[in-house]
């Protein structure tokens, strides 16, 4: 899905640099975005237990600065955080009780289509960055905090409609993906195999405000 996604992006660039030859309507170039919504983990779960499915999905946060060099593109910074939490039991019969967050943030490319009118902006994004993952877990009467980082990929979709001068209202579609091979658990390094990677990809929908203006 990322792939198809990255894509699309991508092949949006041309039109999108076409179309903005013909249009002369205000273009700002700073954009500071800030966004809550709910996410849900893409990875394969080892069973459909109430537990694995209550640490799949949660809320998230996402905030940005973007600084554009013309009408269509441009590069930035962006943050999300997502969180989730639950208990019961594991595939091996323990009780399990989980608290994770996963973050992550880096550097954006951006393309943006603004409408005739200037109040709406249609944008896209593609990033690499650091994807981290932490889980204060308790696994049977045992304490099991584990934490970990990998290199991971973004895409987005979204959009922007003014509410009042340089205050937009926007809603964003973003897909992350990654995987960790190894982890910390209670301090001590851990290799994992090809059956135990732990998957951090996941689908984002938010809503939230930005302030576009320079």
């Known amino acids: 899905m990322l792939k198809k996604i990255v894509l699309a992006a991508l092949v949006s660039l041309p039109f999108l640099a076409t179309y903005a030859q013909d249009i002369e309507t205000p273009s700002p170039r700073l954009r500071i975005s800030a966004s809550g919504g709910y996410a849900y983990r893409l990875g394969k779960k080892p069973s459909s237990n109430d537990y694995y499915k209550n640490i799949s ?3 998230a946060f996402e905030a940005g ?3 554009f060099f013309n009408r269509q593109s441009g590069i930035g910074i962006k943050y ?4 989730s939490s639950g208990s019961g039991n594991l ?3 323990q009780f399990a009780s989980s608290n994770i967050k ?3 943030a880096g550097p954006v490319y951006q393309t943006r289509l603004i409408s005739y009118s200037g109040n709406f902006h ?3 994004g593609i990033s690499l960055g650091y994807l981290g993952y932490r889980d204060n877990a308790v696994i049977g009467p045992a304490g099991a905090n584990s934490k970990g980082s990998t290199i991971g990929a973004m895409a987005e979709l979204g959009g922007d409609l003014r509410i009042v001068r340089k205050l937009f209202a926007g809603i ?3 897909v992350y ?3 960790l091979s190894s982890m910390q658990v209670n301090g001590a390094s851990v290799k994992l195999n090809e059956q135990q990677l732990e998957s951090l990809s996941r689908i984002e929908g938010s809503v939230g405000l930005r302030y576009s203006f320079f």
């Open 57 to 59: 999905r949660g809320p």
């Open 65 to 67: 600065f973007s600084y």
């Open 80 to 83: 999300s955080e997502f969180s």
């Open 91 to 93: 595939v091996t019969g």
């Open 102 to 104: 996963i973050r992550y």
């Open 122 to 124: 249609f944008l896209s």
């Open 172 to 174: 964003l579609i973003s």
């Open 177 to 179: 993906s990654g995987k």
